[in-house]
């Protein structure tokens, strides 16, 4: 079986994360999407992440009632800078030898796969399901290549989905007093509410 990895901080989880998964589980014919938020992000150790007990949370209430979709806590169980290589390890250990693990990640991303831990390790351990991201160009793969040979046989390039909404502005419109209705799967728009995260307070 095809298994989706979908990994972030999900601070907080959105619609285009859902949309992601459920576009590409369809185009490469992808069985199961595990969401895996992240302890420690290696890029954001400078700036505040919510607890990982809300952002957990939110991605259970988001996926609540989506069978092909599973979540994960090993990230957060495992303590510390989370590196998706390690993940990754951790993930083939566990599989039959007939699956097969696609790592589903932004246009974004992968243009900073280099600078990634253990690049070459990664891919040696996964496939790359890449989606656009607004505002990216797509990435350069002869470019990319010359950096991480054998990267180009490993990754699959969509077209689709286009999303536009981020984390980042969710919380900024909630800061402000904004809505974010439609932006987020009600339940976890009930829940940011009901907890207060995100305000000025918080």
Same mark, same amino acid.
């Given at each position: 079986?095809?298994?989706g990895?979908?990994?972030g901080?999900?601070?907080p989880?959105?619609n285009?994360h859902?949309?992601?998964?459920?576009?590409?589980?369809?185009?490469?014919n992808i069985?199961k999407?595990?969401?895996?938020?992240?302890?420690?992000?290696?890029?954001k150790?400078d700036?505040?992440?919510t607890e990982a007990?809300?952002r957990?949370q939110?991605?259970?209430?988001?996926?609540a009632e989506?069978p092909s979709?599973?979540?994960s806590?090993?990230e957060?169980?495992?303590g510390g800078?989370?590196y998706?290589v /390690?993940t990754? $390890?951790a @993930?083939?250990?566990?599989l039959? #030898?007939?699956d097969?693990l696609? *790592?589903i990640?932004g246009? /974004?991303n992968? $243009?900073n @796969?280099?600078?990634?831990?253990? #690049?070459?390790?990664l891919?040696s *351990?996964?496939k790359?399901?890449?989606?656009? $991201?607004v505002?990216?160009?797509m990435?350069d793969?002869?470019?990319?290549?010359?950096?991480?040979?054998g990267?180009?046989?490993?990754?699959t390039m969509l077209d689709k989905?286009?999303i536009?909404?981020t984390?980042?502005?969710?919380?900024?419109?909630?800061?402000?007093?904004?809505?974010?209705h439609?932006l987020v799967p009600?339940?976890?728009?009930d829940?940011i509410?009901?907890?207060g995260?995100y305000?000025s307070?918080n």
């Open positions: 079986m095809r298994t990895i979908l990994g901080t999900f601070d989880i959105h285009g859902i949309l992601v998964a459920e576009v590409v589980s369809s185009l490469i069985g999407v595990i969401f895996i938020p992240a302890g420690c992000p290696n890029f150790e700036k505040p992440v007990k809300h957990l939110m991605v259970r209430l988001a996926i989506k979709f599973g979540l806590t090993m957060i169980d495992r800078v989370s998706t /390690d990754m $390890r @993930l083939n250990r566990r039959n #030898p007939e097969e696609f *790592l990640m246009w /974004d992968l $243009r @796969l280099p600078l990634w831990h253990e #690049p070459s390790e891919i *351990l996964c790359l399901a890449v989606v656009p $991201r505002g990216f160009p990435p793969l002869v470019s990319l290549e010359s950096r991480i040979p990267l180009s046989g490993r990754v989905p286009e536009a909404v984390s980042s502005e969710i919380r900024e419109r909630v800061r402000l007093g904004l809505s974010i439609g009600v339940a976890v728009e829940y509410a009901e907890n995260l305000t307070k």
